[in-house]
């Protein structure tokens, strides 16, 4: 059963010309089996009917301030978005020890990645603001793999848009005609830990299996170049890159106009 924690703030945020976004914010608890989740929602409250839905997965790191930053641009740009929680609640990292530990935990089950998923999933889909029918999911860095493992899965999604994530199977490959989702991968091409033959395998990959997807990779970027606080990891692997942030979310806004005309 889920519980609703309404702990709303209203925020009034600038759009470029006259159009003004009103984007409100709620927490909500909700579970997958027994395990106690937290998600935070975004929309506009000024904007009228139903719009695209849009889930947010979170960097190992787990259901952090980053997380639910990229959920408020995104209702800022009119979508729905949930930024959803693969740990548990209150299961956050700042140690990249301790971030492998709750990922390793996470994801030792396949089972439970696409429980958790769905979960979020419906609890989106619940929602009076969203178009059931139009959602899409979006990740970084370990949520970038979740998703891209939700559209090699055949996860009835319209797109799925991976920032600086693994694009290794850690299942089965795509397959042809399995695949629903339109596929945005952005990707840094300094990121040490996403190499560019790690880029050219998952190009065959899609290629082979039919699958329409755009790969952008964004030169000098380091891994998590859309996180503001990377270069306070402690880890010479992570660095933001305010350019290749920018770009990335503009490439995925460019995408869903496409998949929701």
């Not at 089972?111 to 958790?116: D, L, N, Y």
């Not at 991968?185 to 050219?200: C, F, H, L, R, T």
Request: aromatic share 8%.
């Amino acid at each position: 059963m889920m519980k609703t924690t309404v702990a709303a703030v209203l925020v009034t945020l600038a759009l470029s010309g006259p159009a003004r976004a009103e984007v409100k914010t709620q927490e909500l608890d909700y579970k997958q089996g027994d395990t106690a989740l937290q998600g935070f929602v975004a929309w506009d409250a000024a904007a009228k009917g139903k719009h695209p839905g849009v889930l947010v997965v979170h960097e190992w790191w787990g259901h952090n301030k980053h997380a639910r930053e990229q959920a408020r641009r995104l209702a800022q740009a009119g979508y729905v978005a949930l930024a959803l929680d693969m740990y548990g609640k209150g299961k956050l990292a700042t140690h990249p020890k301790d971030a492998q530990a709750f990922m390793t935990e996470a994801t030792k089950d396949p089972k439970t990645v696409a429980a958790r998923f769905a979960a979020a999933l419906e609890l989106l889909k619940s929602r009076p603001e969203v178009d059931a029918g139009h959602v899409a999911a979006i990740g970084y860095c370990f949520g970038g793999a979740v998703v891209l493992g939700m559209a090699r899965g055949g996860a009835d999604l319209d797109a799925v848009v991976a920032f600086h994530a693994p694009l290794a199977p850690n299942g089965p490959p795509a397959e042809r005609g399995k695949v629903k989702a339109r596929i945005l991968v952005n990707s840094g091409g300094a990121d040490k830990m996403v190499p560019s033959e790690q880029i050219a395998a998952f190009k065959q990959e899609m290629k082979a299996a039919g699958v329409k997807a755009e790969v952008n990779v964004y030169a000098k970027a380091k891994h998590s170049f859309t996180n503001p606080d990377a270069d306070k990891a402690g880890m010479d692997a992570l660095g933001y890159s305010a350019e290749a942030d920018k770009k990335s979310f503009e490439a995925m806004l460019a995408l869903f106009k496409q998949v929701w005309k």
